[in-house]
């Protein structure tokens, strides 16, 4: 019997992508077999991979990723796709189930069988392949903690932002103001959420979201923008005692903060917020089940469609990259599309 196989994304060095067919393992009794319809390329962590911005001892954070940081590597953590084949062992999973896994880019994979989440009846599925970052969203504003009625700048609105946004809004903040330098990404933020977006490139920032809350500054600040740049005037948005809340992974990109006045006299908080760990506050209340459950059940509810602004097959995923990588203004979610 001929065994399937798959065609992956392999990054070979910095820029440089490789498509490779690979044998896909048998299924055994706690397996199932996946064939993709779709994966989403990150345009944050990912591209500090694709571009060799990631620390090369860093360890790999998933158990579906394959080679190093030092290159080359199979990277990616958004595919979405239908169960084709369960082991004898299965019962949580069905041949023809729509699923999400957190899986590098590739056509069809052999996974243990509690690694897919089942996506919601009647979605998409190639919806499903936000699963991932809205769970970093329903992270950040878990961490974010805002009270009825704060005032919040959210800096960023790629994806992560975007989607963050639109959970603030099922918060009770009372002012959501996004900065975003580009400006399809602007529109798209007052469309799904945002009260005002502001062009970083047009006015000193802080200023303005001082002007916007009545001289007083924001409560809150989200640093979602993954530049490095950006840190520094969200902190000088806040208000006193307030909190920047900063989800951007920088990589090896440095982070100049001047932090010798109005840091410490208006008593500010940087928190950080990372997907793989829940606040130690939080535990045993909040468990990775929990938040994944809650992510899982926003996916129907949630403005995802107009996120997808280019459907690039799987075999020009080289172009897919370039295309995040360089006219990064253009895109807001590139996903692959499988055959």
């Known amino acids: 019997m001929t065994r399937p196989t798959g065609v992956s994304v392999w990054f070979a060095g ?7 067919r ?7 009794p706690d397996e199932v077999r996946i064939d993709a319809v779709a994966s989403a390329i990150s345009h944050g962590s990912e591209m500090l991979v694709f571009r060799g911005q990631v620390p090369q001892g860093l360890e790999l954070d998933l158990p579906t990723l394959r080679g190093s940081f030092a290159f080359p590597i199979k990277y990616g953590y958004a595919s979405a796709g239908h169960v084709v084949e369960v082991g004898s062992a299965v019962s949580c999973l069905a041949p023809g189930d729509a699923v999400f896994t957190l899986h590098p880019h590739q056509s069809s994979y052999v996974v243990p069988a509690q690694m897919p989440v089942r996506l919601p009846d009647g ?16 992270n950040v504003v878990i961490d974010a903690a805002p009270r009825l009625g704060e005032r ?4 960023g609105q790629g994806v992560v932002g975007l989607l963050i946004t639109q959970l603030l809004r099922r918060t009770g903040v009372r002012q959501i103001v996004v900065v975003e330098p580009v400006a399809a990404r602007r529109a ?3 469309q799904v959420g945002a009260d005002v977006a502001l062009d970083p490139a047009d006015a000193d920032v802080a200023s303005a979201l001082r002007e916007l809350t009545d001289g007083v500054g924001v409560d809150l600040a ?3 923008s993954g530049s490095a740049t950006a840190l520094d005037p969200a902190l000088d948005a806040l208000a006193f005692g307030g909190t920047c809340v900063v989800c951007s992974w920088y990589g090896t990109k440095p982070v100049e903060l001047r932090l010798g006045g109005a840091f410490h006299r208006r008593r500010l908080r940087i928190v950080s917020s990372q997907v793989s760990t829940i606040d130690a506050a939080l535990q045993p209340r909040w468990t990775h089940a929990r938040r994944l459950a809650l992510a899982r059940d926003l996916l129907p509810g949630l403005e995802l469609n107009a996120l997808i602004s280019h459907r690039i097959p799987l075999e020009r995923a080289a172009e897919a990259f370039e295309l995040v990588d360089r006219r990064a203004d ?3 979610q590139v996903v692959l599309t499988y055959p």
């Open 222 to 224: 989200i640093e979602a």
């Open 14 to 20: 910095p820029r440089q992508v490789d498509l490779r």
């Open 152 to 155: 919040v700048a959210v800096f």
């Open 123 to 138: 979605l998409d599925p190639v919806l499903g392949v936000f699963l991932a970052n809205i769970e970093t969203a329903t």
């Open 22 to 28: 690979e044998t896909v393992s048998d299924v055994g």
């Open 330 to 332: 253009q895109t807001v």
């Open 188 to 190: 798209l933020a007052c």
